[in-house]
C-alpha cells in the first residue's frame, strides 16, 4: 500500500510540473557539439532552458533568463596523467544567466545574442579546474534551431585554467 500511495504523489508532482512547464521556461534546447581544450576534441552536450524576454528599460535591447545542464566528456591524453588535474574526468556544468539581444520581433538581427552564465562545475581538470566556472556564448536563434560559439572557464581565477570553447547545434521547442 506504502508503495501504491508514493506512486501516487510521484504520478502528482510529475504532472504538476508537466502542467506548470510552459509558466516557467518559454523554449527547450537540446544543443550539442565538439568541445576543444587546447587543439583536443571531445563531445559536449547542454540542454537549455530558455524563458521570455524581458525589456531593458525603454530601449531595443531585451534579456531572456536561462538555465542550462551541460556535459563536457573527458579525453583520453597521457601527458596530463601525472599533473595535479588530469583530463580524464567528464564535467556536468550546472548554470543560469541571461541571453540579450537587441531589436523587434522582426529584424533580421533579433536571432542573434549574446549570453552568460555563472556555472558550477563537478570535475576538477586541466580545462576547468575550479566549482565556478563561467560560460559565454555567441549565437544564433531561430525557431526550432540554434548555432552558437561557446566558451567555459574560470576566467583565471584559478590555475590551470585552459577553458572549453564549442561549437554548439541546437534543436528546440518552444513552450
Do not use: K
Not at 504523489?9 to 518559454?26: E, K, M, Q, T, Y
Not at 533580421?108 to 555563472?118: A, D, E, I, N, S
Request: a positive charge; glycine letters at 12%; charged letters at 15%.
Amino acid at each position: 500500500m506504502h508503495t501504491v500511495r508514493m506512486g501516487c504523489r510521484v504520478a502528482l508532482v510529475l504532472s504538476l510540473g508537466a502542467l506548470s512547464l510552459p509558466a516557467l521556461a518559454a523554449r527547450l534546447e537540446l544543443q550539442a557539439g565538439p568541445s576543444y581544450m587546447d587543439r583536443n576534441p571531445t563531445s559536449a552536450v547542454f540542454v537549455e532552458g530558455v524563458f521570455d524576454a524581458r525589456p531593458i528599460g525603454h530601449s531595443r535591447w531585451s534579456w531572456s533568463p536561462d538555465v542550462s545542464l551541460g556535459w563536457i566528456g573527458g579525453r583520453s591524453l597521457a601527458r596530463y596523467d601525472g599533473g595535479r588535474y588530469t583530463v580524464r574526468d567528464d564535467a556536468w556544468l550546472l548554470a543560469a544567466g541571461a541571453r540579450i539581444r537587441y531589436g523587434e520581433a522582426g529584424d533580421w538581427y533579433r536571432h542573434l545574442f549574446v549570453g552568460f552564465q555563472p556555472a558550477f562545475n563537478t570535475a576538477r581538470t586541466q580545462s576547468l579546474s575550479s566549482p565556478y566556472e563561467f560560460v559565454s556564448s555567441v549565437g544564433w536563434q531561430g525557431r526550432h534551431v540554434s548555432v552558437q560559439l561557446r566558451h567555459v572557464s574560470n576566467g583565471n581565477l584559478h590555475s590551470p585554467n585552459r577553458g572549453e570553447t564549442m561549437a554548439l547545434i541546437g534543436v528546440g521547442i518552444e513552450l
